[in-house]
């Protein structure tokens, strides 16, 4: 074994992707991939130790402006794109978005070239969480999926108990949406 097969890899990672990398530890090993020790943290944080000399083979960010930047200042490699986050967003109080502020985040993130979305109903869990503004009905949800396949999504899961991991094997199919 040469001496950096020996040399376990320097991860630095997203605090948010920790569950992900916990999670494809032992498959990493199983097949027989190196040994690793991850620090998880805020990116822009990992991104700064990284700029200050801390040693890292391997850095992961949801937010590309973090690898792009170490690429651009050398001795990294452009950031390869294998999974995208979900992006979740919630209206304050006094804003009443309606169904055309929707659409128009629809297409937003479709100009982002986004292309699975998922559309849910807020529940109130409690009376000390937010009060619900609008209840949307099944036949809304089914306009606002027919709307966003218009857009070009490629797929649009909508309903009021639609969360961000419904079905997500079946919106992104592959060997890489194998469950671990």
């Known amino acids: 074994m040469s001496d950096a097969a020996a040399t376990p890899l320097r991860v630095f990672a997203a605090g948010s ?6 999670a494809l530890a032992p498959r990493h090993r199983e097949a027989g991939g190196p040994d690793w020790h991850a620090a998880f943290a805020a ?3 990992l991104r700064e130790r990284i700029e200050a000399g801390a040693p890292a083979d391997l850095f992961a960010s949801a ?3 973090h690898p792009r930047a170490l690429a651009a200042e050398g001795g990294w490699d452009g950031p390869l794109v294998f999974a995208h986050n979900t992006l979740c967003a919630i209206a304050a109080p006094h804003w009443r978005g ?3 502020e929707l659409l128009d985040a629809m297409r937003l993130l479709r100009e982002a070239d986004i292309d699975v979305l998922t559309i849910g109903q807020y529940l109130r ?3 000390q969480h937010l009060p619900l503004h609008k209840y949307y009905t099944p036949a809304e949800f089914v ?5 966003g396949l218009e857009m070009g999504f490629r797929h649009v899961q ?3 108990l639609v969360r961000s991991s419904y079905h997500a094997a079946e919106q992104v199919p592959g060997p890489e949406s194998v469950a671990v």
């Open 43 to 45: 990116a822009g944080l």
């Open 63 to 65: 937010n590309l402006a």
């Open 17 to 22: 992707l920790r569950e992900a990398f916990e």
């Open 125 to 127: 869990p409690s009376r």
């Open 98 to 100: 309606g169904s055309d």
């Open 158 to 160: 909508a309903g009021p």
């Open 143 to 147: 306009a606002l999926r027919r709307q």
